[in-house]
């Protein structure tokens, strides 16, 4: 299970942290040295069960929210702080505003430094952030008051947070593993952290290494800090590969798949938008997802639907959640959804086709989408598995859910083979 900070600078997320699991998140120097957080921490409480909860620090500082945006990404559950000094500030708000727009819904609350005022003053922020998270919609968010110095509502909030269920993953889809750290370990070699969105991975694997389009094996695995050779999707993993790649070339936002692409990297793609702010045609955006960050511009068409374009392309997959900041990095606008990877150079905003966009936004599932793609035709399905992140057992469940048959043809124009449903 996989646990963020979310909260103000200097509110206290790191002490709180380290109150929680004994472990100070604060990796780097400089952020010892200011006291502030400015990267992502990490930090994991083994349980008496065999679990371990992995903690992710996130910066509270509107200078480093790329980098939080890079830490919510995949996680089970948020840790919202709220200093009973300060009370809601502006990126109390924008945390959770993010939360929401990323689906991250379950929350916890806990308001810190409560050995510095008044009980009227923890009654006022109190109601202060129930309105603010009724706000953003978050119903029935458990809070807690804590003064992290005396230790006061810490046992309470670790029985709280033992006890959370952790998100179920579907065993149907493809490993997916957004890298937000690339290092090298003597005597090993090439040493990349993430948190797996999807799918499952053991020892001696071969993933598709993105930052460089090329395969890599896996030589070992830690998952929430701790040697295994298996690893799957809600768990913070930290992989030793082992290929033609050296940690200059890997940026964070660089992904590790279970499978090669089909194709190359997203320049468009439709998506469902969320709004915080009204967009304009054509505007140009910050766009957020997992751990990457690349510029666009926004396409409007028709009922909350859009079209992203990227300067950078990325990898994607339907129903991935992306955050659209202005041009300035100042301001969240807006979250958005991706509705399909397909996006066609022309007839975007015919009425037949803008129907069915909103029909296939609101599936519920891979097969309501398959049904719904097949009101168009034959369906490609290696760039359908793809899209939907399937492996080969939940693309055959799907199949044989249906009663489909498979058609193998050719295309003589490349001479690819594909794999079409009849």
Known sequence: ?????????????????????????DRLPEEKKRGMTIDLGY???????GRVLGFIDVPGHEKFLSIMLAGVGGIDHALLVVA????????????????QLTGNLQLTVALTKADRVDEARIGEVREEVLAALDNYGFADTVLFVTAANEGRGIAELRAHLQQLPARLHAAQHRF?????????????????????????????DTLWLTGVNKPMRVRSLHAQNQPTDHAHAGQRIALNIAGDAEKEQLNRGDWLL?????????????????????????????????????TGRVSLLEGGLAELIFDTPLWLADNDRLVLRDISARATLAGARV????????????????HWLSTLAAAQDDSAAL????????????????????????????????????????????????????
Request: aromatic content about 6%; proline content about 5%.
């Open 1 to 25: 299970m996989i646990i963020a900070t979310a909260g103000h600078v200097d509110h206290g997320k790191t002490t709180l942290l380290q109150a929680i699991t004994g472990v100070n998140a």
């Open 43 to 49: 930090a994991y409480w083994p349980q008496p069960d």
């Open 84 to 99: 009973c000094d300060d009370g809601v500030m502006a990126q109390t708000r924008e945390h959770l505003q993010i939360l």
């Open 176 to 204: 997916r593993l957004a890298i937000d750290r690339a290092f090298t370990v003597k005597g090993a070699g090439l040493v990349v952290t993430g948190t797996a969105l999807s799918g499952e991975v053991k020892v001696g």
């Open 258 to 294: 279970s499978d090669a692409p089909v194709g190359e990297a997203f320049s468009r793609v439709i998506v469902s938008l969320a709004l915080h702010a009204p967009l304009s045609q054509w505007q140009p955006l910050h766009i957020h997802h997992a751990a990457s960050h690349v």
């Open 339 to 354: 509705v399909t990877l397909k996006a066609p150079r022309r007839g975007k905003r015919k009425p037949d086709y803008l």
């Open 371 to 422: 049904a719904i793609h097949l009101e168009r035709g034959a369906v490609n399905l290696p760039d359908f598995g793809w899209a939907r992140q399937l492996n080969p057992l939940g693309m055959r469940q799907l199949i044989e859910q249906h009663g489909f048959s498979l058609l193998y043809t050719s295309d003589a124009d490349d001479d690819k083979s594909s794999v079409e449903l009849g």
